[in-house]
Antibody, heavy 119, light 108 residues
């Protein structure tokens, strides 16, 4: 069972860049699709993108111009950077895993971290 | 982009009753790539069903998934008190991966 833990600032100013890190325990970065998902308060879930297998990434077109997902395999961490933050980016941000193969589902989740965009 | 439309928006039922939740896709989704999640207030979502009908580890057998093509269903055979929550369907078939808007199952 993989455990995930998000970390990063809870408050970001408009126009600034959000940086979040997900620390993975119980598994190796190279095995799965390492993903970020967000959920604005009281709303549904939005997939942001993933990092997979030595550098392959895929992003939601709605955020593609502003998002970068990367991994540090030496630390068993993967990260999200989202530039030009606005109030519309206020949300709980989750990291999650997808194993692929015969198991297509977001199997493991972090507890989520609330990010508020405000001056 | 595949749009997933869930119905109803809210389902009001009593413990012990059967819940039937629908998820309709704007394009065909391969069954391997359709999943269902449960989310309770203040918690991360939990994977219930993957591949349209496979229960995830530790999920009770009162939860079942069915369907194919563009129409999928999550059934809870007999609602337990802990089942009152929001349920989401989600697809991996075509990028971007998308979620339905959710169905809230509330106590009647």
């Amino acid at each position: 069972q993989v455990q995930l833990q998000e970390s990063g600032p809870g408050l970001v100013k408009p126009s600034e860049t959000l940086s979040l890190t997900c620390t993975v325990s119980g598994g190796s970065i190279g095995s799965y699709y390492w993903t970020w998902i967000r959920q604005p308060p009281g709303e549904g879930l939005e997939w942001i993108g993933y990092f997979y297998n030595s550098g392959s990434t895929n992003y939601n077109p709605s955020l593609k111009s502003r998002v970068t997902i990367s991994a540090d395999t030496s630390k068993n961490q993967f990260s999200l950077k989202l530039t030009s933050m606005t109030a519309a980016d206020t949300a709980v941000y989750y990291c999650a895993t997808v194993r692929g193969g015969y198991n297509w589902g977001f199997t493991d989740w972090g507890q989520g971290t609330l990010v508020i965009v405000s001056s | 982009e595949i749009v997933l439309t869930q119905s109803p928006g809210t389902l009001s039922l009593s413990p012990g009753e059967r819940a039937t939740l629908s998820c309709r896709a704007s394009q065909r989704v391969t069954t391997s790539y359709l999943a269902w999640y449960q989310q309770k207030p203040g918690q991360a979502p939990r994977l219930l069903i993957y591949g349209a009908f496979n229960r995830a580890t530790g999920i009770p057998d009162r939860f079942s998934g069915s369907g194919s093509g563009t129409d999928f269903t999550l059934t809870i055979s007999r609602l337990e008190p802990e089942d009152f929550a929001v349920y989401y369907c989600q697809q991996f078939g075509i990028s971007p991966w998308t979620f339905g808007q959710g169905t809230k199952v509330e106590i009647k």
